[in-house]
């Protein structure tokens, strides 16, 4: 009878998911650009800063397009289905800012992040004060020193992918900018505005070189999260 | 002794497997394809900027119709495939399957090119036109706004598993076939899902950028403008494609927003993979 209580009780809590907190470190490195960007732009000197406030680590796996239904105004309650992306439970978050010189080199350290174990999908990044990317631009003769001035979104941008299931073992998340992604779309001949005292050659906001810098910040794959085992 | 034997098997193999059960597949487009896509009006989906579409044929391939376990045990897969023209009123069978009665975790199904699909509820014209373009999916239909419309043909090559198929609601995972009963499971199809802005997260309806892709001025709106339609010349916050990469165009992201159109028992959802 005892051994048929302690089988009832293990089969019942072996499906539970323990979780335990643990802490982990982020790393940040950014990948300058190594190929010509969508309307042939060669890259160099790329410089600037990216400011971000916070990241968040949820379950939520990342994947496609949601349905909106006029209910979602009405119902706070989010509903996780394969196919859609809802955020589910945070797993981990760092809440320190961070100032990050996009001229690359080694990975930099963000901080350590307050976590659980468990099933991470994926990851949001809170903006500070937004990014601005600086550099030169050259296609065949032409030449453009740019300055996309500061994009400052107005909210975080959330589902970037980042499967993991993490345990106890030890290790670094690491989060590569990519800047060739985030610039592939910036085409620097259309940039609407003539350059400056400088020789910069601003973006203006409503142009289609602008349109694409905004589109690359925006874009989840320019952010590539990614464990490193120690 | 042998005959005992086989007679203690049978009845052992009898109470260890649950009584055989039946699921039916059926295909439908809903309303959304088979009457039309309205105006957004107030608490009404709809497109978001005036634009209305209704579609005058929806082609569809559906193959590979799967039933499994959790551990990936397959109980049942269609054999073939089969071609519906989703407009005609659904919902429409496509598949009935045998398979002893218990929980299936892993229901899936692909919207794939076919060279041997076979005909149901669609014309032998519109079976030869998906062969003839490889397609696994073609729309035709037209926009209007105003005194204006704008008609369009497309045809999609895609091929894409929709896989671990889910309730809506928390309706649970796959299927649960139960002893005595037909159990019927709906493939709904999404034909609004073309005309999505977005990639990722919540997306409105448009069609006002695909309307002016009509370059040459014919009201017909094909493909191949649409190509030329960068996104980067689109209003900022529109057409946006969050995790998917290499959508650069119009063409590219209706041919994304295809793999999406695929879902379960009306607002239940798979999970897509290109195949």
């Known amino acids: 009878m005892n051994r048929l209580v302690l089988v009832l009780l293990f089969s019942s809590c072996g499906a539970s998911t323990d979780q335990v907190r643990r802490t982990f470190p982020l790393e940040v490195l950014v990948r300058a650009p190594t190929a010509p960007t969508d309307s042939g732009w060669t890259l160099s000197d790329v410089r600037g800063v990216a400011s971000f406030a916070s990241v968040r680590f949820f379950e939520g796996q990342v994947l496609i397009t949601r349905r909106r239904s006029p209910l979602d105004w009405l119902v706070s309650t989010a509903h996780a289905h394969p196919g859609h992306y809802e955020a589910g439970a945070a797993l981990g978050e760092l809440l320190e800012p961070l100032e990050l010189n996009l001229a690359g080199g080694e990975p930099a350290t963000w901080g350590t992040v307050n976590a659980v174990t468990g099933r991470y999908g994926s990851v949001e990044l809170g903006w500070a004060t937004g990014v601005r990317v600086l550099g030169t631009a050259t296609k065949g003769s032409e030449s453009v020193r740019f300055d996309t001035g500061v994009l400052a979104p107005t909210k975080p941008l959330s589902a970037i992918a980042f499967e993991h299931t993490m345990t106890t073992a030890e290790g670094t998340v690491r989060l590569e900018l990519d800047l060739g992604v985030l610039l592939s779309r910036v085409d620097f001949g259309k940039t609407l505005s003539t350059p400056d005292a400088q020789g910069l050659t601003p973006l203006d906001r409503a142009s289609p070189a602008f349109n694409g810098f905004e589109r690359g910040v925006t874009d989840t794959t320019s952010y590539r999260f990614t464990w490193q085992s120690n | ?275």
């Open chain 2, 1 to 275: 002794m042998h005959r005992f034997t086989l007679c203690l098997c049978a009845v052992t193999l009898a109470a260890c497997e649950p009584p055989i059960s039946v699921v039916k597949f059926t295909t439908w487009g809903e309303e959304y394809i088979e009457q039309g896509i309205p105006t957004k009006m107030g608490m009404e989906a709809g497109f978001e900027d005036g634009w209305a579409v209704t579609f005058t044929k929806f082609l569809v391939i559906l193959k590979d119709v799967t039933v499994a376990d959790g551990q990936g045990q397959v109980a049942s897969k269609q054999p073939g495939a089969k071609a519906f023209d989703l407009v005609k009123k659904g919902p429409v069978e496509v598949y009935a399957a045998s398979a002893p009665a218990k929980r299936y975790d892993k229901v899936g199904y692909a919207i794939a090119p076919d060279d041997n699909a076979e005909a149901t509820n669609i014309e032998a014209s519109d079976l030869a036109l998906l062969k003839s373009r490889k397609a696994s999916v073609i729309v035709v239909g037209s926009a209007t706004k105003g005194g204006v419309t704008k008609a369009f043909d497309w045809s999609f090559t895609n091929a894409t598993g929709y896989e671990d198929c889910e309730r809506a609601e928390m309706g649970g995972k796959g299927v649960v076939l139960t002893v005595g009963q037909e159990t019927t499971v709906q493939l709904t199809v999404h034909g609004d899902h073309f005309f999505y802005d977005q990639l990722g997260g919540d997306a409105n309806l448009r069609f006002e950028a695909m309307a002016n892709a009509d370059a040459n001025g014919d009201n017909r709106v094909t493909l191949d403008e649409l190509a030329v339609v960068q996104l980067t010349s689109l209003p900022q916050g529109q057409y946006g494609t969050a995790s998917v990469a290499n959508v650069r165009n119009l063409r590219d992201f209706v041919t994304q927003n295809v793999r999406t159109i695929g879902h379960y028992d009306g607002e239940g959802e798979c999970v897509p993979r290109s195949r």
